[in-house]
């Protein structure tokens, strides 16, 4: 089955909708799955979650062009390894790319190369740039958020209140907040309980 997912960033792209789906109709989708959405907000893109859940073995994802679907390479090979687990093959009809030929395999696989690559000497820059700010005393790591708040914690549940309320009153989370009473309560913390406890 021929899978379709079509995609513009804004309501005003109606006309980009339109002509996705015509596109798609006309290569055979049987299905059609719509969204207005920014690619960059992921989370909301519940359409294309849902065309990558209803997709079964032996299904094609059909798009007109790689950034109605993806926001980036890495987030392409992302997709790619949803579909490849369900062996479901995507075709993108602008770049002429089929997953379920060798040749639009080798193409995706040569991008998620690049992809990769990049990812590997940005992280490698991040690591030099640590190191270097380390040397000159410029880098001192992240500040602890919670930790920092310990004595405030148990404060507030000597006072009696519970751990969600002290989360919401400090900014952390209640997790957070168990934490530091639990290694106050063991004395692995050098805040110590108040004697109530």
Do not use: W
Request: proline share 2%; hydrophobic share 45%; charged share 30%.
């Amino acid at each position: 089955m021929l899978i379709g997912y079509a995609r513009t960033s804004t309501l005003d792209q109606k006309a980009g909708l339109d002509a996705q789906r015509r596109d798609l109709e006309a290569v055979g989708c049987e299905r059609i799955f719509v969204e207005q959405v920014s690619s960059v907000d992921v989370v909301s893109r519940a359409q294309l979650a849902e065309a990558l859940a209803f997709a079964r073995d032996g299904d094609t994802l059909v798009v007109t062009k790689l950034d109605r679907l993806a926001r980036s390479v890495a987030h392409l090979v992302g997709i790619l390894g949803q579909l490849e687990a369900k062996g479901v093959a995507l075709r993108i009809l602008s770049m002429g790319i089929d997953t379920a030929t060798p040749t639009g395999k080798l193409m995706l696989t040569i991008l998620g190369g690049v992809a990769e690559f990049e990812r590997e000497i940005m992280l490698e820059r991040q690591r030099e740039g640590i190191a270097k700010a380390k040397a000159e005393g410029k880098y001192k790591g992240r500040a602890p958020t919670a930790r920092a708040k310990a004595e405030e914690v148990l404060r507030l549940q000597a006072e009696g209140i519970g751990g969600t309320e002290i989360a919401k009153r400090l900014g952390i989370g209640r997790a957070s907040v168990y934490r530091i009473l639990e290694e106050a309560k063991n004395g692995a913390s050098d805040v110590t309980l108040p004697a109530s406890m």
